[in-house]
C-alpha cells in the first residue's frame, strides 16, 4: 500500500506559477510509477504527465508540454508538478496517483491516489 497526499495548490493569475508537491507514505516509493492527473469541473479526470521509477523519462499531456514539469525525487518519498505559464483552462482538481507500471497514463492503471489538491488560475 502507499499513501499519496498531495499539496501546494492555490489560487493564481494566468501567467503564474505553482509548484505541486505529492508525499508518500508505506511502500518504496521508488518502486512505482507515478503520474499526475486533474479533473475540471463538470469534466472526466485526465492525465497530465508521468514519471519513470527513477525519473529519468517523462511523458506529458498535449495540453501541458512544454509549460508542466513533473519530478520526484525517492530519498524524500515525494513527487513533483511544477506548472508555469499559467492558463484558466489548467483550472481544476489536481491528484497524484501511483502505478506500477512506468509512464502509464490511463486512470485504470493507477492503483493508488492522493485526495486532490485545489488548483484556480483566475484570468
Known amino acids: 500500500q502507499v499513501q499519496l497526499v498531495e499539496s501546494g495548490g492555490g489560487l493564481v493569475q494566468a501567467g503564474g506559477s505553482l509548484r505541486l508537491s505529492c508525499a508518500a507514505s508505506?511502500?518504496?516509493?521508488?518502486?512505482?510509477?507515478m503520474g499526475w492527473f486533474r479533473q475540471a469541473p463538470g469534466k472526466e479526470r485526465e492525465f497530465v504527465a508521468a514519471?519513470?521509477?527513477?525519473?529519468?523519462?517523462?511523458y506529458y499531456a498535449d495540453s501541458v508540454k512544454g509549460r508542466f514539469t513533473i519530478s520526484r525525487d525517492n530519498a524524500k518519498n515525494t513527487g513533483y508538478l511544477q506548472m508555469n505559464s499559467l492558463k484558466p483552462e489548467d483550472t481544476a482538481v489536481y491528484y497524484c496517483?501511483?502505478?506500477?507500471?512506468?509512464?502509464?497514463?490511463?486512470?485504470?492503471?493507477?492503483?493508488?491516489w492522493g485526495q486532490g489538491t485545489q488548483v484556480t488560475v483566475s484570468s
Open positions: 514519471i519513470t521509477y527513477s525519473g529519468a523519462r517523462t
Open positions: 508505506g511502500r518504496t516509493f521508488s518502486s512505482y510509477g
Open positions: 496517483a501511483a502505478a506500477h507500471r512506468s509512464l502509464a497514463t490511463s486512470i485504470s492503471d493507477y492503483n493508488y
